[in-house]
């Protein structure tokens, strides 16, 4: 297996070895001309046409980005009906929890459309079309151009393309880079707003396994939930209002219940978020030296304060439990990934490739003069540590350490209008701030705010060079000794911020000069006053990153110009195919392609934090009350891996089958292959999805949602 790996890696890479069918996110416009002949003779029955089209309705028309591409959600009737995973909904299940009504405990379904919960700020994006536009976005740059020069006129011609193309419509226009800014393509998009809350199962279900099985195999979780997408009753996107209707879409995805074998052709939909294929070693060393690091060390002292907390009640873990899932994934994440990229050995790798492309450049005069100095400015780009270290202390352990911090920046615009006698104005600002605070304090607690404000800070402190310290350090060494706890309880204690009744008062008589006395207030604008040195210091030492970039990206394209190379993720549409498989992950270690419900009754303890279970399921379980979702075999699939080519952002995403038709939806990563961002492994990366059966299991036989089931078209 590892040979196989040392053959396989250079192509993620981009050097000289055959695409394989199963690596990469591709653009589906570009289909019918790079892939779809590799489809076909993998099993694909469906033509390019019917996979993205712009004159007539396709599967692209039922796969939409979930609040602008955090997530991936697809249509399942023709009635809006959507389905994305658990953790994609998890924030809008918890806002509508209470200790009353406690649907992450519990789960939800309406029973009627009228029960559907709306979700103020939660959206769905359509892709319209898109369309390369490299030959007009860089029509008249030339190399004699300044940077800046170039830069302006890009920017000048794209908003003009944008323009154009929106026109007098309601759609959306955006020209996106790709390949390190070499490439160019226009999206057109329409995003809708009503998106209201139909059912979810409870945690139990949707989130089992918890942060034990986070980026496990094998899994029983059943990560799924379900919204609805609503409309002006024209059609057209709308804010909610009761008199919205729900959307008929052009395309809804068949469901089959025929499930999965061996084998099986599959396919992905989705809105991938980032992946850096094209990193070098420089750069990839900064990720595990200093982004990754900082995240884990910052990330386990502030989970650790949350833990505390959520564990002493439910009101606690209600509140908490979307902040602390959303800190802890990619806290996972950066440890599987540091391993996997050690273990893989990718910086020894990618410096193999630096030297073949220094090979290949230094071969021909021309080349030579164009790509010469490209990978010495990319690692002198690299070398000034103490600026890239700071500035990940201050986004972990500032912007997204302490909430009461960021929170305070909200009255900025406040403070400004302070300065002036404009009563209106000033009026206007205070209701603005009012109006956020109802949801901030229903998950706010003070007392954890205040472990997780003095942690943080004096890591930043101990870890951050002196020169990039904010002002108030100073009053923290002298005042307060360096105890950063006593530091913390002052913040707390004197300022408006942590009470709401105190804020309240406030806003209803603003006054400029409280706000210059409040400590939290002043910490937050030392705190910002920091980051500026940090980021003029980090613009000093990178500056040339981005270009040198870009041409890094060109030689390697240029060097493979026989080859069909995918860009990295950015957010946008992208296609993956593959096959459903098992895989090896250690010597002596097999894991089968699927799971069953045993495996969930087998882990399930009663009242655990990751393994807790509701008894009815294990109930169904021990009656073999699967009805029409069973599997051949007599059991009920829970989930299946493949070899299609994911990361974040296409969680939710729907696994299609050669016909076209749903089989599961897309939730996880496989451990062993953390490296998949950077380095992509062919032998031993994995797509976690939920089977389709489960989730409709799950639905009609568990909660008793027949209704839903029913909208759908169902494939037996």
């Known amino acids: 297996m590892r040979k196989s790996f040392v053959g396989l890696f250079a192509f993620v890479l981009f050097i000289s070895v055959q695409v394989k069918g199963d690596e990469g996110m591709w653009l589906p416009s570009l289909v019918g001309k790079l892939n779809i002949d590799k489809m076909h003779s993998m099993g694909l029955k469906l033509s390019a046409e019917q996979i993205y089209s712009i004159n007539h309705s396709s599967l692209k028309d039922a796969v939409v980005a979930l609040d602008r591409g955090s997530c991936t959600a697809e249509i399942v009737s023709a ?73 302006q006129k890009m920017l000048t011609t794209i908003s003009s393309i944008e323009k154009e193309a929106k026109g007098s419509t309601k759609y959306e226009t955006r020209v996106r880079s790709l390949f390190e800014a070499n490439t160019f393509y226009l999206f057109i998009t329409e995003t809708f707003r009503d998106i209201r809350l139909v059912g979810t199962p409870p945690q139990s279900v949707g989130k089992f396994g918890g942060e034990a099985d986070n980026w496990m195999w094998p899994r029983h979780t059943g990560d799924f939930s379900m919204f609805r997408i609503y409309c002006a009753p ?8 009761k008199e919205n209707v729900p959307y008929h879409p052009k395309y809804h995805l068949p469901v089959s219940i025929k499930g999965v074998q061996m ?67 990619y806290y996972k994440y950066s440890i599987g990934q540091n391993m996997g990229l050690s273990a893989l050995k990718v910086i020894d790798k990618k410096m193999a490739v630096e030297k073949d492309f220094a090979t290949w450049f230094n071969s021909d005069p021309v080349r030579k003069a164009k790509y010469g100095d490209v990978l010495g400015n990319l690692a002198k780009s690299y070398k000034s540590i103490d600026d890239k270290v700071a500035m990940e202390y201050a986004r972990e352990a500032f912007l997204g350490g302490p909430e009461i911090l960021r929170f305070s920046l909200g009255v900025s615009s406040l403070y400004d209008e302070l300065k002036g006698n404009d009563a209106g104005k000033i009026k206007a600002a205070a209701e603005k701030v009012r109006a956020s605070l109802e949801d901030f304090y229903k998950d706010f607690d003070a007392e954890t705010d205040q472990k997780i404000t003095a942690a943080l800070t004096k890591m930043y402190a101990e870890n951050v060079a002196p020169k990039y310290h904010p ?59 920091a980051v500026k040195v940090v980021s003029e210091d980090n613009r000093k030492s990178t500056a040339g990153l981005e270009n040198s970039r870009k041409l890094f990206v060109a030689g390697l394209n240029e060097m493979n110009k026989e080859k069909n190379l995918y860009p990295d993720a950015n957010s946008t549409m992208r296609l993956t195919y593959g096959k459903v498989g098992d895989y090896n992950p250690r010597d002596g270690v097999h894991y089968n392609y699927f799971t069953t419900l045993k495996g969930y009754a087998e882990k399930g303890v009663v009242g655990d934090a990751d393994f807790d279970f509701p008894q009815h399921l294990i109930d169904m379980y021990h009656a073999n009350d699967y009805g029409r979702y069973a599997d051949q075999d007599g059991t009920l699939h829970t989930c299946f891996t493949s070899n299609n080519d994911i990361t974040g952002g296409n969680s939710g995403s729907p696994v299609i089958n050669a016909n076209g038709e749903l089989i599961g939806i897309a939730f996880d990563g496989n451990w062993e292959a953390m490296s998949g961002d950077i380095a992509y492994e062919a032998d031993i990366q994995k797509c976690i999805n939920v089977d389709i059966r489960f989730v409709l299991w799950i639905i009609d036989k568990y909660a008793g949602a027949k209704h839903l089931v029913d909208e759908m078209t169902i494939v037996e």
Request: overall charge positive; glycine content about 6%; proline content about 3%.
């Open 234 to 241: 024209d059609g057209s996107p709308a804010d909610y209002a």
């Open 263 to 329: 084998n099986d052709y599959t396919m992905i939909l989705g809105y991938p978020g980032r992946t850096n294929r094209y990193l070098t070693s420089f750069g990839l060393k900064n990720t595990m030296d200093i982004v990754n690091n900082i995240r884990i060390k910052t990330r386990a002292a502030k989970l650790d304060i949350i833990r505390d907390y959520m564990a002493k009640g439910d009101k606690n873990r209600i509140q908490y439990a979307s902040k602390f899932a959303g800190s802890s994934n």
């Open 471 to 529: 002002s108030f350090l100073t009053e923290v060494s002298k005042k307060y000794k360096g105890d950063y706890s006593a530091f913390a309880a002052h913040l707390f204690k004197k300022s408006i911020f942590p009470d709401q009744k105190k804020l309240e008062a406030f806003l209803n008589k603003p006054s400029k000069k409280i706000l210059d006395k409040d400590p939290v207030y002043q910490t937050m604008l030392s705190v910002m006053e």
């Open 79 to 151: 009635d809006g009906l959507l389905l994305t995973n658990h953790h994609c909904g998890f924030g809008e299940i918890q806002k509508h929890s209470s200790v009353e009504h406690d649907y992450l405990k519990d789960g939800f379904w309406a029973k009627t459309r009228d029960q559907e919960l709306a979700n103020p700020g939660k959206s769905v994006t359509f892709l319209i079309s898109m369309e390369d536009v490299t030959d007009r976005v860089l029509k008249g740059i030339s190399d004699t151009m300044s940077t800046a020069s170039k830069m």
